[in-house]
């Protein structure tokens, strides 16, 4: 029997605590599936064909990844993908908590889907694509946490933006 597993996420943007995720988690299975979802209930800066571009990018030398967008459920992507497991990144104690509900409640709809969590390496413990967003927003430079390929894309997005571009993203300290 193949073990896959997915790793859904918005990824907008990719940073180097997903590559880990995803690298390390692609040692664990013999297919990793990254599902970029196409809709998610908050602002993005890239639209779901460009975070698929740039995630395939960010793996591209990894052969048991493969990098798809889905919408609706995950679990039934997951389903639909015939994984078994769905792979989950843990940064910080906050991040336990909404994980573990979203597990209780995938496994409340998806019995035979496993979740399992990711502790995330240490130098990648502060990344998070909403920080990264509002640093690079401000003129910030963020070349620490992305590949350059993905800084490239930030810089562009927000330049075509100009003076709007702080408010295109949600702030949260960077400004202040």
């Known amino acids: 029997m193949i073990r896959r597993a997915i790793f859904p996420a918005t990824f907008d943007p990719i940073h180097y605590g997903h590559i ?15 599902g970029v979802y196409d809709r998610p ?11 698929v571009r740039l995630v395939k990018t960010a793996l591209k030398d990894y052969t048991t990844i493969k990098v798809v967008p889905y919408t609706g459920m995950t679990v039934a992507f997951a389903r639909n993908m015939n994984a078994q497991t769905i792979v989950r990144g843990l940064r910080v104690f906050s991040d336990f908590e909404l994980e573990f509900r979203m597990a209780l409640a995938n496994s409340r709809l998806a019995p035979d889907i ?3 969590c990711l502790i995330a390496s240490e130098q990648h413990m502060h990344l998070a694509s909403s920080t990264i967003r509002e640093i690079s927003s401000l003129g910030g430079d963020v070349s620490s946490m992305v590949p350059a390929f993905v800084e490239q894309a930030l810089l ?3 330049k075509d933006l100009g003076d709007d571009a702080p408010g295109s993203v949600d702030m949260v300290s960077f400004r202040d």
Do not use: C, M, P, Q
Request: aromatic share 10%.
């Open 20 to 34: 880990d995720i995803a690298v390390r988690a692609s040692k664990l299975f013999d297919d990793l599936i990254i």
């Open 41 to 51: 209930a908050k602002n993005i800066v890239f639209g779901v064909e460009d975070r």
């Open 114 to 116: 496993d979740t399992i």
């Open 156 to 158: 562009a997005h927000f």
